[in-house]
């Protein structure tokens, strides 16, 4: 399929399913018009333990791939930390990519679990690192914060075709994921994997960009992969914790 309508497509899909699958309708939560889902903090617990989106305290995730043409490792930590946005306490993971040792992002990422087992995406904090000293923080955003609004970064039961929101701030941050094939096995450098679950992540800011995710039981993403736009790649080589 041609890169341009396979992105097409993508979007259409998120555009006539996110109403259907919007995050509120499995949260326990109410909604005004539009994306504007209101959450209740009573309604969310401590850990965050859903299968695909596992975010066990002191848990180290390493991934190496290439990104901007250079190769990368990425080590994604769940810290103890956590952060009240909207009420709701979130767990805080970092995200510090670097290429050859030299810093080239630094992310934090908070996310809460409802009692349903849905895990919310409420903000994250980024800093790309850019030639000359320069640092581009574009993409941060906060639940809350000049009109950010969370969304789903796994649903408790994820199915074909469900599609969400996965954040949302109008001309900031604004990606979305496509349930697309689940089931099947994928090897990793230290184990083979069973049931994983594969979505395609899209925003509209970036039309060119398609991004394919699989994800694990127990462990969430295990490859994440461009399909569309630059060549893009990472791939989980170690875990502990």
Not at 98 to 116: F, I, P, S, V
Not at 222 to 240: F, I, K, M
Request: no cysteine; proline share 7%.
């Amino acid at each position: 399929m041609p890169r341009r309508m396979l992105a097409g497509l993508m979007a259409a899909a998120i555009a006539g399913t996110v109403t259907m699958w919007a995050p509120w309708s499995v949260a326990g939560a109410s909604h005004r018009a539009g994306y504007e889902p209101v959450l209740n903090p009573a309604d969310f617990v401590r850990k965050v333990t859903n299968p695909y989106f596992p975010l066990p305290v002191g848990r180290t995730l390493i991934y190496r791939g290439i990104k901007d043409g250079k190769s990368q490792v990425d080590r994604v930590h769940v810290t103890s930390r956590t952060k009240v946005l909207e009420g709701i306490t979130a767990v805080t993971v970092t995200d510090v990519a670097r290429h050859n040792g030299h810093l080239l992002e630094k992310t934090t990422d908070w996310y809460a679990q409802d009692k349903q087992g849905n895990v919310w995406y409420l903000g994250e904090d980024t800093a790309a690192y850019l030639p000359g000293g320069k640092v581009d923080r574009s993409g941060s955003w906060q639940a809350g914060v000049h009109d950010a609004e969370p969304g789903i970064i796994m649903r408790a039961h994820p199915q074909v075709p469900n599609a969400y929101r996965q954040e949302y701030q109008p001309g900031n941050a604004e990606d979305t994921a496509w349930i697309v094939d689940r089931g099947g096995s994928f090897k990793l450098p230290f184990a083979v994997v069973h049931d994983v679950l594969t979505s395609l992540e899209f925003t509209r800011l970036e039309p060119a960009v398609i991004d394919k995710k699989v994800y694990a039981p127990g462990l969430g993403i295990v490859v994440e992969r461009a399909v569309t736009g630059p060549r893009e790649v990472a791939r989980l080589v170690s875990v502990r914790g």
